[in-house]
């Protein structure tokens, strides 16, 4: 996410707690459907489930930045 320097740090700031946000609803949401009890999780292991979630999101957040920037050109894949 080098681009996202040169945003103002407000800008930033929400950019990453919206992917803070989203990735703790994930990882929660991922912990229920495995049927593992939250509360058995030390905080370090949350954290890298966390970190993991963040990872993926920002990896979707630059997948589809491509594909709006191609279907704004008119290309595509195919």
Not at 50 to 67: C, N, P, Q, V
Request: charged share 35%; aromatic share 8%.
């Amino acid at each position: 996410m080098k681009k996202i320097g040169y945003l103002p740090e407000k800008t930033k700031e929400k950019f990453y707690l919206h992917v803070r946000e989203k990735a703790i609803l994930r990882t929660r949401a991922r912990l229920v459907e495995s049927r593992v009890d939250i509360g058995t999780l030390s905080d370090e292991e949350l954290e890298i489930i966390i970190a993991d979630e963040e990872d993926r999101l920002i990896g979707e957040y630059k997948t589809k930045g491509i594909f709006a920037l191609l279907a704004l050109l008119g290309l595509s894949w195919f």
